[in-house]
């Protein structure tokens, strides 16, 4: 009896240290810095190119959905001109977080940013100061050219003073950091200088993987470190958005039994993506996506069905949280 009691103490006594080292471990080291080369981009007033940077910024990339303040939700929803102030928080198990303000007041927004430094939070996300950022921006594929456009769009605006608290992370969020999970990006071979536009797939492939993300919604993923758990634009990626709903995104391979889109035509996309939200309280940012070039969709839709088609049966795209936590 006395023998077992002695191992009993020793295996508690040992977790106990064990926790300890381990959460002293994550305090200890979070605040990682990290490095990579600036991207060679330079930012111009060329008006041509800063009207291209704002078609990303509100259409394809979505800026705006995050560097918002919160009452502009509806004037940009409503495909109004908002200023890319920030002021929204997102609440999420890693942290809080909160999108920066990217008007171009010295003080609190990109005013006392470099082009490069601008570039390579997008490129590789690091920040200024070298703190490594989740990844709620996969643009490290787009082109030279749509950041400089998208930068130079940034830089047009009028600056506004708005000071923005830090990121707050919660222990998971350190957690995630100090043991590696999330490493500084970088584009997948040389980043392309330019992209040919047209109602091709392979626009279609850029704009639906490295501009407008909608691989990184519609594909099954980690929640923590962001990586992909199975094939890319099968869907089945569940967002509990913290508003008693959670959000099931559908499938957009073209299988033909599973696919949502496998049996529309272009047009009836096209339509339906002009449509805009017709789920209330859904993620995708519709308004966004509803004020895209009738090419650039056609070219999405292009390439959606030109992937391998994947099975993945997903029932329902809403559930109330109590309909989901219990299936
Ligand atoms: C899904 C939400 C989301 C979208 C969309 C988004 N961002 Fe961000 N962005 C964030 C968050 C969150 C931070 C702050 C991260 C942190 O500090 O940990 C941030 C930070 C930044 C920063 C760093 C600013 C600084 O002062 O260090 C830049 C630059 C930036 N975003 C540019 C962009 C641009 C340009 C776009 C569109 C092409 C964009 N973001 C789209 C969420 C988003
Ligand atoms: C922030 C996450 C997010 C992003 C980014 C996103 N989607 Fe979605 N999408 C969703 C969710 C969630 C749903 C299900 C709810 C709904 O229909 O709004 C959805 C639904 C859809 C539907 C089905 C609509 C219907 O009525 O059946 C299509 C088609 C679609 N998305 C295409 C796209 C395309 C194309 C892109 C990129 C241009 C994209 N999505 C980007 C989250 C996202």
Avoid at 211 to 234: D, I
Avoid at 248 to 263: F, K, M, Q, S
Wanted: overall charge negative; aromatic content about 10%.
């Amino acid at each position: 009896m006395k023998t077992l009691f002695k191992i009993f103490a020793w295996i508690a006594g040992s977790i106990v240290v064990l926790t300890v080292v381990f959460v002293l471990f994550v305090y200890m080291t979070w605040e990682k810095k990290f490095e990579a080369d600036y991207p060679n981009i330079k930012s111009t007033s060329d008006s041509a190119v800063v009207a291209r940077g704002k078609y990303l910024a509100f259409g394809p990339a979505h800026c705006n959905t995050c560097h918002i303040a919160p009452d502009q939700f509806e004037n940009m929803e409503a495909g109004m001109d908002v200023l890319l102030t920030g002021g929204t928080e997102m609440h999420i198990g890693p942290g809080i977080f909160r999108p920066r303000n990217l008007t171009p007041d010295m003080e609190t927004g990109i005013g006392k940013l470099t082009d490069g430094e601008i570039a390579r939070v997008m490129r590789h996300s690091i920040g200024a100061d070298g703190r490594i950022i989740f990844p709620f921006m996969p643009f490290q594929n787009m082109s030279d050219e749509d950041m400089t456009a998208l930068i130079s769009f940034l830089r047009s605006q009028k600056p506004v003073k708005n000071e923005i608290k830090s990121t707050e992370y919660s222990f998971l969020g350190k957690m995630v950091i100090a043991l590696g999970m999330l490493k500084p990006e970088s584009a997948t071979g040389t980043p392309p200088a330019r992209v040919e536009i047209g109602p091709t797939v392979e626009y279609g492939k850029y704009l639906a993987n490295s501009v407008a993300n909608c691989v990184g919604c519609h594909s099954p993923r980690s929640l923590t470190s962001g990586e992909f758990t199975g094939p890319k634009f099968s869907g089945g990626l569940a967002m509990d958005e913290g508003t008693g709903y959670v959000y099931v995104t559908p499938n957009l391979t073209p299988d033909p039994e599973t696919g949502r889109i496998a049996n529309w035509t272009e047009e009836a996309f096209i339509e339906r993506i002009k449509n805009g939200r017709l789920v209330e309280g859904s993620p995708m940012p519709w308004a966004n996506f509803s004020w895209m070039d009738d090419d650039d969709l056609r070219a999405i839709y292009r390439y959606l069905h030109s992937l391998d088609p994947v099975s993945n049966k997903v029932e329902k795209t809403v559930y109330t949280v109590e309909e989901y936590y219990e299936k």
